[in-house]
């Protein structure tokens, strides 16, 4: 079975600083891992994604994530905040092992940026 | 491009009736999934639909059934609803292509499905 977790339900970060959304999973075999934010009254919009190679990924406005194995964790990073990023974040997993290929969401965080 | 749609936006319904969602996939892809998301939840998936089957399903009951057409839009179905079926209805699309399981999944705003 696979699982999610994203252990904050709230993050507040002021604008311009770097900011830390949180996500670990649990999985059978190697994990397909993707970011979605979703901004209120709208779908998800996809961020990024892990799949194999360099454990730092690049993604949409300006965002990246650190996949690290050992911990199984998959966190969310920005160097610097806008408060345009406040918005509700979701950390997902898909599981190749098991032929599946839909994606389990973990329960979200809600960032805050503050002017 | 158009993106995913969805219809309608916002629904209303009564206990034990039935609805009818809808979904036009992101142009060139053929793959739809349907998610639930409950009120402060993450999406849980209900099911994938492909080449016009059902190709997996979440831990939804029977009540919960859907269909991909042709021209690879989909409808979610739900009978006997139930106060707990309020939610968010995504839709997403995909193209299965040789390596589906990394493929972004591509998302519609949604139909918000009240009941009362």
């Known amino acids: 079975a696979q699982s999610v977790a994203q252990p904050e339900d709230q993050v507040n970060v002021a604008e311009g600083n770097p900011l830390t959304v949180k996500c670990t999973y649990s999985?059978?075999?190697?994990?397909?891992l993707f970011w979605y934010v979703q901004y209120p009254n709208r779908g998800l919009q996809f961020l990024l994604k892990?799949?194999?190679?360099?454990?730092l990924v690049k993604g949409s406005y300006g965002f990246e994530a650190e996949f690290n194995k050992s911990q199984t964790s998959f966190h969310l990073k920005k160097p610097s905040a806008l408060v345009s990023d406040s918005a509700l974040y979701f950390c997902a997993v898909r599981a190749l092992l098991s032929g599946a290929n839909n994606l389990f969401f973990g329960t979200g965080t809600r960032l805050t940026v503050i002017p | 491009d158009a993106g995913v749609t969805q219809s309608p936006t916002h629904l209303i319904k009564t206990r034990g009736q039935q609805v009818t969602l809808r979904c036009s996939p992101k142009?060139?892809?053929?793959?739809v999934s349907w998610y639930q998301q409950a009120l402060g939840q993450g999406p849980q998936f209900i099911f994938q639909y492909y080449e016009e089957e059902e190709r997996q399903r979440g831990n939804f009951p029977d009540r919960f059934s859907g269909h991909q057409f042709p021209n690879y839009s989909s409808e979610l179905n739900v009978n006997a609803l139930l106060l707990g079926d309020s939610a968010l209805y995504l839709c997403a699309s995909s193209l299965a292509g040789l390596n589906p399981s990394n493929q972004p999944q591509h998302f519609g705003d949604g139909t918000r499905l009240s009941i009362l």
């Open positions: 892990y799949i194999t190679g360099d454990n």
């Open positions: 999985v059978s075999g190697n994990p397909y």
């Open positions: 142009s060139g892809h053929d793959t």
